[in-house]
C-alpha cells in the first residue's frame, strides 16, 4: 500500500510510458495521492489528466490526483534562475566549439539533440512523431 506516489518519468523526446494502471488505484488507501509531475509528457498514471495551478486537483476511485502541467510555473523566477543556472555552461560550450565540435566532445549535449540541420536526430523525438528515417 501507498499513501502517495510521486510519478516523475522522463522519457526525453517521447511520450511517458502509462505505469500506473486504474486497477492499481485499489491498492491505495482511499485519500492517498499520486502526483504526476510527468504530466507535460501525458502522464505515468492511467487516471492522469491535465490540471491547473488554479484547480489543481481531482479525485479518482478515492484518489486524489495532483497533475499540474508546467508545475515549475507557479515559481517563475526561481524556476528560471535553476534554468539558467543549469544550462549556461553548455550555452558557453555550444559558443565556444560550435555545434558539431561540442556534441563530439560532450555526451551530455548529443543526447539532448533533438533536431540538426532540418532533420529530427533523436528517435525517441522520432518515435514519438510516427516519424522513420
Same mark, same amino acid.
Given at each position: ?60 476511485? %478515492? ?34 566549439? %560550435? ?18 540541420? %532540418? ?15
Amino acid at each position: 500500500m501507498a499513501d502517495i506516489i510521486i510519478g516523475a518519468v522522463l522519457v526525453p523526446g517521447g511520450k511517458t510510458p502509462v505505469l500506473i494502471k486504474r486497477t492499481m488505484l485499489g491498492l491505495m488507501r482511499r485519500g492517498s495521492v499520486i502526483v504526476d509531475v510527468s504530466v507535460d509528457q501525458g502522464g505515468c498514471a492511467e487516471t492522469t489528466r491535465p490540471t491547473t495551478h488554479n484547480n489543481p486537483v481531482y479525485e479518482v476511485d %478515492g484518489i486524489i490526483h495532483y497533475a499540474v502541467a508546467n508545475m515549475p510555473g507557479a515559481y517563475p523566477r526561481t524556476s528560471t534562475l535553476a534554468l539558467t543556472n543549469i544550462t549556461l555552461p553548455y550555452i558557453k560550450i555550444l559558443a565556444g566549439k %560550435g555545434i558539431e565540435e561540442a556534441v563530439e566532445q560532450y555526451q551530455g549535449l548529443k543526447s539532448a539533440l533533438n533536431t540538426y540541420k %532540418g532533420r529530427i536526430t533523436n528517435k525517441a523525438l522520432a518515435d514519438s512523431l510516427g516519424i522513420r528515417e
